[in-house]
């Protein structure tokens, strides 16, 4: 079946400030063009770039949001879990780092000991 219809028009304002009026006068011939009264609610849209601009930049908002987010998420997480790491680390060891303190150990140097040696 064949398409009898325009189904997108383009149109350009003289400059940007002319805009405004230039989508008023688009939409009275298309109004005029569909034979709609004035109490008729139009069968059509019209659609400027500011409005497209807006639309954009909304969505990348909200795109910026989710992944702010998401990153905040994912790096909490990974800090329980390298807490956790950390935790068990010293939990296993504890023994070692009582006698270490007993024989006169200081906690710095055994904090040293827990950074740069792990295992």
């Known amino acids: 079946m064949a398409i009898d219809y325009l189904n997108l028009v383009m149109a350009s304002a003289v400059s940007e400030d002319d805009a405004p009026e230039a989508v008023t006068q688009v939409t009275e011939i298309m109004r005029a063009q569909h034979k709609l ?16 601009i ?20 994912s790096l909490l997480i ?11 680390s010293v939990k296993e060891r ?3 780092i009582g006698l270490r303190m007993a024989v006169g150990g200081k906690g710095a140097d055994i904090l ?7 295992f």
């Not at 009264?37 to 497209?52: I, K, T, W, Y």
């Not at 040293?112 to 792990?118: E, G």
């Open 94 to 96: 504890t023994k070692e």
């Open 37 to 52: 009264a004035d109490n008729e609610e139009d069968d059509f849209s019209v659609r400027s770039m500011e409005e497209l």
């Open 54 to 73: 807006s639309t954009f930049s909304s969505t990348s908002e909200m795109l910026t949001i989710l992944l702010v987010a998401v990153a905040s998420i």
């Open 112 to 118: 040293m000991q827990f950074l740069i040696k792990p």
């Open 78 to 88: 990974g800090g329980i879990g390298i807490m956790n790491i950390m935790y068990v």
